[in-house]
């Protein structure tokens, strides 16, 4: 039974698709000949010409001293066969039957017998011309002339026996249903087995005839692209992240235990204040990797108020002075005298922080440090800038990225967790801001903080 669910046609969106267009097509296509059929007449008239009336009436005149209908029948079927057609005005009977095509209507003879002006009836490739009206003996007798036209090509649709249009018909709608169908089904075919695979763990599966088309399936298919992509991205930082915080918590770690293993060998307490330190390293990271996960995840709630950013940038200027003190560098801070901002204060004093440090970090002795705030439009903008070594052009995006590490300069003597910057982007993100990077023109190092004004 598992090989007849397979042929059921209605088991495929493909077979669906092509079976409902191609029954609308049909109930369409019966419908219009059923309506012609209804409303359109096969038989067309028309005026007849005055110069073919009287040459008509001339052909006719040598047969008005027949006796009666039966002689002027045989006289015409002698002189021209097949070509005049006699009804009997009298009776409206038509007398030569066989003549007249299948399906015309007698109707239209025996009407226009009893008026005196001729027509000219068009059925197919058959015309009449009549009725000229003739007295023979005790008959009225209306005479039309008969005339074939010349066949037309078969490939004429108005030619074609009905049948064969039906036939050719339902073959035309069929094919264009099937590729309707395909059309529809083949893109969605390969955006399954691309989904497919992605789950089966190919995380470089992407779509790709499907994301040419513009229409909806293309932006379906570049819909999966987007999510597939970043997925992977997610998923490979994900991987990295994992590799980066095990590292990082195996060297404090293993530095900790040496403490503790040279202070039992020496059964002094020489290694405490080293162990204290490395343990105190290994709390701030275990904090910001909190922090940092809490942020990615938008579990964070911003406890948002009123604050000046003046005030609070020049607070932590105080703050890490001392720092900055003990290698002889100036912090300069340009800045409007209050410029209000509604946001969660301690986290973006700690975002700010994080930037200043930084360039205390990083920056030469006897160096200068600018910090700079400014407001255009509906924008405030927080720039730091150190007189650093700075960094490649390629590489000013992926420092916000966690435990990212420049060089190896920049972080085995500086130390830091390679969390700090990722910290600030997350903060700056929940308050509906971005971050950038750029190296100054004079050198150095420089970080955007853009908020909106609100």
Known sequence: MN?????????????????W????????????????????EKT???????????QLQQQIQPFADSQNSAELQQRLQERRPNRWLLVNA???????????????????????????????????????????????????????????????????????????????????????????AISISRPLRELLQRNLQFADGALNSRVTNLNKRKDELGQLGHSFNTMAERISTLLTNQQRLLRDISHELRSPLARAQLALGLTERQ???????????E???????????????????????LEKQQFDLTELLAEIIDVNQVEADAKQQTIELVAPQQLLINADSRLLARAIENVLRNAIKYSPAQSNISCMLQQHAQQLLITICDQGPG????????????????????????GGTGLGLAIVTQVIRQHGGQTTATNASVGGLCISLTLPAN
């Open 391 to 414: 960094i490649a052009e390629s590489q000013l995006e992926a420092i916000f990225e966690p435990f990212y590490r420049v060089s190896n300069s920049r972080t085995a003597t500086t």
């Open 3 to 19: 090989w007849l669910g397979r042929l059921n046609p209605f088991n495929y969106l493909a077979g669906r698709i092509f079976l």
């Open 44 to 54: 067309e008239i028309r005026r007849l010409p005055q110069g073919v009336i009287q």
């Open 90 to 180: 009298d009776s409206n009977t038509v007398l030569t039957p066989e003549l007249l095509p299948r399906d015309f209507d007698q109707h239209w003879l025996t009407e226009l017998s009893q008026l005196s002006l001729p027509r000219w009836l068009k059925h197919h490739n058959t015309s009449l011309a009549g009725p000229f009206i003739l007295k023979v003996g005790q008959d009225t007798v209306a005479l039309y002339q008969k005339r074939e036209r010349s066949p037309q090509p078969w490939w004429q649709l108005s030619e074609m026996p009905q049948h064969v249009l039906l036939m050719l018909t339902l073959l035309i709608s069929a094919i264009a249903s099937f590729i309707l």
């Open 267 to 277: 059964q002094n307490l020489e290694q405490i204040p080293r162990l204290k330190q």
């Open 21 to 40: 267009f191609w029954l609308v097509l049909i109930t369409a296509v019966f419908g219009t000949l059923a309506l012609s059929r209804a409303v359109i």
């Open 279 to 301: 343990l105190d390293r290994l709390d701030i990271m275990l904090d910001e990797l909190l922090t940092y996960s809490k942020l990615d995840a938008g579990q964070y709630q």
